[in-house]
Structures are given as C-alpha cells and as structure tokens.
C-alpha cells in the first residue's frame, strides 16, 4: 500500500524558513517523480515543486523560485522541501504527491493527508 | 502557463441525477489532463488521467472525455459521497497547473 506521510508544517514568522519532509513507503521511491502541491485555506491546488525518479532536474513555481529547495533521499525513502524566505502568501497546506511515472511532469496517483504551514507573526 | 478554467465554480444536484463539469485550457495540452475529487479536510484523490482513463478503484459511473482544450468529467448517478469538489489538471506543460475547482452541492 502506498504511504506519504508528510511533516514539519508549523508556525513561522515573515522571512523565517521551514523543512517539510514526505516519508514514503509501498512503491519503489526512486523509480518515481515527486511532487509539492499546497492549497491555501478555502483555496484551490497550486503545484509547487517536482523533482525527479533519480533527484536532478527540479522544477519550480516562480511563486516559490530561489526561495524554496526540493529534494529526495532515496536512502531514507524521504522527500523534502526547504522553504526559505516566507511569506504570508505562502501559507497553506503543502501536500507531497507522488507521480504516476518517473516523468516530473504527469498526474499525481498519490497524496499524503497534508502538513499546515502558517506563516504570520 | 496554460490556465484551466472550469465552469461552472458550484453546481447544485439531486443524488441519482448525472452531472457534468467542464474544464477549459487556454492552449492545447493533448490527452495529458487528470480529474480529482477533493473531500473537505481530505487530500485530493485521482479520478482520471489520460483524459479518459479511470484510476484504480475508481467507480465506473466517472467518465472523461475531450481533447486539446475542451474536457468534460461525468458522473452518470450521483451518490451522497460524490458531493465534493473536483479539479482538472494539466501535465503537458511547464508549469503544471490545476482549475481553480467546481464544487458539486446537494440540492
């Protein structure tokens, strides 16, 4: 059974920074892309940020561009997402999703239940 | 970007009826075009990928179809746990971008 479980969400203030981590279990971590979705409070989906089945060739919103890193440790079947330079904007939901492929660019089969990111002070 | 409109942003049906949910994009994204249904305090769950193709587990009252910028997901007989909102999303291109959602009430 797939599993993405993700952490890390939390309180930050304007300008501070916040690591998400995504562990994920049931399928062969490194033979599929990743991906960060998040979704404001009563807000639709925005795409965050892709990475690839191997872990180059990252892909960005430029909502988020130079501000937030994505990468995956295929040792501890973890994705992460190093959030630098918040903002108010950037409050949300941050969904880790799971690629139907190794492409970084295709449909999500899988989501974690969700980590809250609430950026005020 | 390619920006996805879906209309209209809430409908309001009677269980048994069928229901369907346009998604329109600004340029063509071939057949790389997914439907998900999102509950409240839930994540999203994939309905459809491919334009057409159900995802596992997904019951066979949801269909898709369209091509190039006009999609269309139905419901043939709406049942109480389909009231939810539902999302189109395109694969094809850099950004990946999602509608903003139409919502299906009970009437």
């Known amino acids: 059974e ?24 049931g399928f062969t971590f490194s033979s599929y892309a990743m991906s960060w979705v998040r979704q404001a409070p009563g807000k639709g989906l925005e795409w965050v940020s892709a990475i690839s089945g191997s872990g180059g060739s990252p892909y960005y919103a430029d909502s988020v561009k130079g501000r937030f890193t994505i990468s995956r440790d295929i040792s501890k079947n973890t994705l992460y997402l190093q959030m630098n330079s918040l903002r108010a904007e950037d409050t949300a939901v941050y969904y880790c999703a799971k690629s139907g492929s190794s492409r970084p660019i295709y449909y999500f089969d899988y989501w974690g239940q969700g980590t809250l990111v609430t950026v005020s002070s | 970007e390619i920006v996805m409109t879906q209309s209209p942003a809430t409908l309001s049906v009677s269980p048994g009826e069928r229901v369907t949910l346009s998604c329109r994009a600004s340029q063509s994204v071939s057949s790389n075009l997914a439907w998900y249904q999102q509950k409240p305090g839930q994540a999203p769950r994939l309905l459809i ?26 419901i043939s007989s709406l049942q109480s746990e389909d009231f939810a909102v539902y999302y189109c999303h395109q694969y094809n291109n850099w950004p990946i971008t999602f509608g903003q959602g139409t919502r299906l009430e009970i009437k």
């Open chain 1, 2 to 25: 797939v599993q993405l479980l993700e952490s890390g969400g939390g309180l930050v203030q304007p300008g501070g920074s916040l690591r998400l981590s995504c562990a994920a279990s």
């Open chain 2, 49 to 74: 990928y491919g334009v057409s193709t159900g995802a596992t587990g997904i019951p066979a009252r949801f269909s898709g179809s369209g091509s190039g910028t006009e999609f269309t997901l139905t």
